[in-house]
Structure formats: C-alpha cells, structure tokens
C-alpha cells in the first residue's frame, strides 16, 4: 500500500528548477533519515541526498550546489529543491525513509519522473 505520498516533478528547461515534496502515512512512526534516489534511463539507481533527523546533509557530487534537501518533522514531510538542472538530472526521482532505531525498515514512494530538456 501507498506509504509515502510524492508530489512535483514534469518537465523542466535546462537552466530550471523544480521541487519535489513527499508525505509520509501518519502512522508511520520513529523516522529517522529520509532521502532521495534517482534512476535515469538505462543506469542504476543513485542516491542524490539525505537528511538526518537531527538535520544533517549529504549530497552525491553531482547535485552539490545545485540541490537541497530539508525535511519538516512535524509535518512528517521531506523535501528535494533542484536548481540549475541539467539535461542528466533526467530520471525518475523516488523519496524513502527509514526508522529511527530499526534502519533495516525502509519506506519508499512510487516515484516522480522530472524531465529536464529543451
């Protein structure tokens, strides 16, 4: 079933930005980091960054700069801010959680494909 609810995505121009959003269920309780992956066509999955409870970042080195993760606890939501896209941001972009103390227990979304072209 549906556990993380994601939003924002499309198509964007080079140059752009966009920001994604995603709503954890509220009975998913004891979160600890969240974060986004991305997969473009015919790669892997890569991680782009993630946000400790507390509020501490990391970035892959592609998206350093330009990317900004943040979180809002109360609200149970994390959030992906993109700035100066590149056509290789291309992919499709999917939100998880994991919990707290038991970090082998992980939440995904089903994803949002953000399109970065001419």
């Known amino acids: 079933q549906v556990q993380l609810v994601e939003s924002g995505g499309g198509l964007v121009q080079p140059g752009g930005s966009s920001r994604l959003s995603c709503v954890l269920s509220?009975?998913?309780?004891?979160?600890?980091?969240m974060g986004w992956h991305r997969q473009a066509p015919g790669k892997q999955r890569e991680l782009v960054a993630t946000?400790?409870?507390?509020?501490?970042?990391n970035y892959a080195d592609s998206v350093k700069g330009r990317f900004t993760i943040s979180r809002d606890n109360a609200k149970n939501t994390v959030y992906l801010q993109m700035n100066s896209l590149k056509p290789e941001d291309t992919a499709v972009y999917y939100c998880?959680?994991?919990?707290?103390?038991?970090?082998?227990?992980?939440?995904w979304g089903e994803g949002i494909l953000v399109t970065v072209s001419s």
């Open positions: 946000i400790t409870k507390v509020g501490s970042t």
């Open positions: 998880n959680a994991r919990h707290d103390y038991y970090t082998h227990v992980e939440y």
């Open positions: 509220k009975n998913i309780l004891g979160i600890g980091t």
